[in-house]
């Protein structure tokens, strides 16, 4: 986890420098794809209430993304979920806390 904690610093310091990352999100997303295989990663889905644009699911999505042992966040504003993936089964509830103290409400779906 800690690599990929590395890479997705790697890439936003990048991105400052470069702008377009679209090669190098493809080979992070590759990566994350063979870490996932080889490690007791699991996906989460949590189902958040209040969205209702397209600032409301970047603000749950960086909320997620700032809590650790948190990769691939994805948020679905239409269907009003957030899915994530991690190795540690305490982010569950802190992840429903940062959704919350964002201002929406989540739960485990």
């Known amino acids: 986890m800690k690599a990929m904690k590395e890479l997705k610093q790697n890439l936003h310091e990048l991105h400052a420098l470069h702008g377009d990352l679209s090669s190098f999100v493809v080979a992070a997303r ?6 996932l295989k ?18 409301c699911s970047a603000t749950v999505q960086k909320a997620l993304e700032a809590l650790e042992n948190v990769t691939d966040v994805h948020v679905d504003l239409e269907g009003r979920k957030a899915h994530f993936s991690t190795d540690d089964d305490s982010v ?18």
């Open 38 to 55: 080889g490690g007791a990663m699991k996906k989460v889905v949590l189902n958040v209430e209040g969205m209702s644009c397209g600032h």
């Open 30 to 35: 590759a990566m994350n794809l063979i870490y």
């Open 92 to 109: 569950v509830p802190k992840a429903v806390d940062a959704v919350t103290q964002a201002g929406y409400k989540a739960e485990p779906a």
